[in-house]
């Protein structure tokens, strides 16, 4: 049995309950915790609920850790959530690991989507008799500078349950403890820049997963041989992460969240993006059938600086889909394919960087 684990709120609930669908249906033997951060997502999710589907409460994990709460104390709520990253998973093995039969939990992010079986994952783990798995963010070189904020992604990780799955853990629990906020500083940032040393670090014990189909993602698309990949039934793409991906106006416009590395073709979109948006639009319609009046949260349109800094972008390559069926259309006619490889130019030209 697969366990698994993720957090989030209510702004995330309807995409929540969508990656649990898509484990459920690709993972029939598995277990999803949850770490529900408000209340309303703690009863919503209990009626769901299930054998299968685990929630524990955001207070039930910060009781009796004091290190926890100083941390709560001292950073943003978007900062807090970062440190939770490794308190969740560690607390998890600590607490109900033995008693669960837990003998690895798999963090994935609540914006992730199964579209095949990752039984293929936990075998190339086995394989290399690894106690840690990892994958890196894959930018294509015109991204490269986005190392900065870390050669890998927290997206999803697997720990197993054993001396050094739970040391890295324990590790890396107590450096966010100490620090995790959302800025460059003295090479950290937030959660993520601290797995850049894990390869030093784990040795033989971790495993970069090399599989571009788990963690494929809007920020290395663009670097993918996309030939094995355009056929979503072939099991090629396992695990696709919607970093930014939100519904604007009802369901028939969407952000993208791609702007910054490049659209992705109209086709790749189809056969991607389209299962989603319906298993999001699903996963909303469920929810509202319990909870009337429930809709996607809606994100803040951008405004001041950030907003005329990105408008001559948006004008050009589009940053905005119109949804139809399976369609996201971003009406420039494939320009948008070129937006991240443009703002890597105009950076190089005006910012040096």
Excluded at 98 to 115: H, K, L, N, P, S
Excluded at 179 to 208: N, S
Aim: charged share 25%; with cysteine; proline share 4%.
């Amino acid at each position: 049995m697969n366990h698994y684990c993720t957090y989030f709120d209510r702004g995330f609930l309807a995409q929540g309950l969508a990656l649990w669908r898509s484990l459920a249906k690709h993972d029939l033997d598995s277990v999803l915790w949850v770490l529900a951060l408000d209340e309303y997502t703690v009863d919503v999710l209990r009626e769901v609920g299930g054998t299968w589907l685990r929630v524990v409460t955001l207070a039930e994990v910060e009781a009796g850790d004091a290190a926890l709460a100083a941390a709560k104390a001292n950073r943003t709520r978007v900062e807090y959530f970062f440190t939770l990253s490794p308190c969740w998973p560690q607390w998890l093995l600590e607490k109900h690991g033995v008693r669960a039969g837990i003998e690895r939990i798999t963090y994935v992010d609540a914006d992730m989507f199964f579209f095949a079986s990752p039984a293929g994952i936990f075998e190339a783990m086995d394989g290399a008799q690894a106690s840690v798995l990892v994958t890196a963010h894959r930018f294509p070189p015109w991204l490269k500078r986005y190392e900065r904020h870390g050669m890998f992604n927290v997206g999803i990780l697997s720990f197993r349950n054993d001396a050094a799955g739970r040391g890295c853990l324990d590790d890396w629990r107590d450096r966010c403890l100490a620090w995790c906020y959302d800025r460059l500083e003295d090479g950290k940032y937030a959660d993520q820049k601290y797995l850049d040393a894990w390869p030093e670090r784990l040795g033989a014990a971790l495993l970069v997963l090399p599989q571009a189909g788990v963690n494929l993602a809007p920020w290395n698309w663009g670097g993918v041989d996309f030939g094995r990949l355009r056929r979503v039934e072939d099991g090629e793409l396992v695990l696709f992460h919607f970093a930014r991906f939100r519904p604007v106006l009802g369901e028939w416009w969407w952000q993208s969240g791609q702007l910054d590395y490049g659209v992705m073709p109209r086709a790749l979109r189809r056969a991607i993006y389209g299962p989603y948006g319906r298993a999001l639009v699903a996963a909303r319609d469920e929810l509202a059938r319990r909870r009337a009046g429930f809709d996607f949260v809606r994100r803040p349109a951008r405004s001041g600086r950030e907003f005329w800094r990105s408008l001559p972008l948006r004008l050009v390559f589009g940053g905005g889909w119109l949804r139809v069926g399976d369609d996201f259309f971003n009406l420039r006619g494939g320009l948008g394919r070129w937006s991240g490889q443009c703002l890597a130019k105009l950076r190089t030209i005006f910012l040096r960087t």
